[in-house]
């Protein structure tokens, strides 16, 4: 039997929120293990004079704990 945690990660991006999420992922794989999924949760975007600064992403991620 496994047991599953989840834990929610804001990341940012100033290229897309694809970039976002991808960045989000690479950084929680340096100190969670067994990575399974994401659910991004919100996306949102900064703006200054009209323009998009920065693509943000509020996401849960689950990991499997170890024995």
């Not at 496994?2 to 960045?23: G, L, Q």
């Not at 794989?29 to 991004?40: F, M, Q």
Request: charged share 35%; hydrophobic share 35%.
């Amino acid at each position: 039997m496994s047991i599953a945690k989840v834990t929610e990660v804001t990341s940012s991006s100033t290229k897309s929120f694809d970039d976002a999420i991808k960045d989000g992922i690479k950084r929680a794989e340096e100190t969670l293990r067994g990575i399974k999924g994401a659910w991004i949760q919100e996306q949102k975007v900064v703006c200054e004079g009209g323009q998009i600064k920065e693509y943000r992403v509020n996401m849960k991620i689950s990991f499997v704990l170890e024995d």
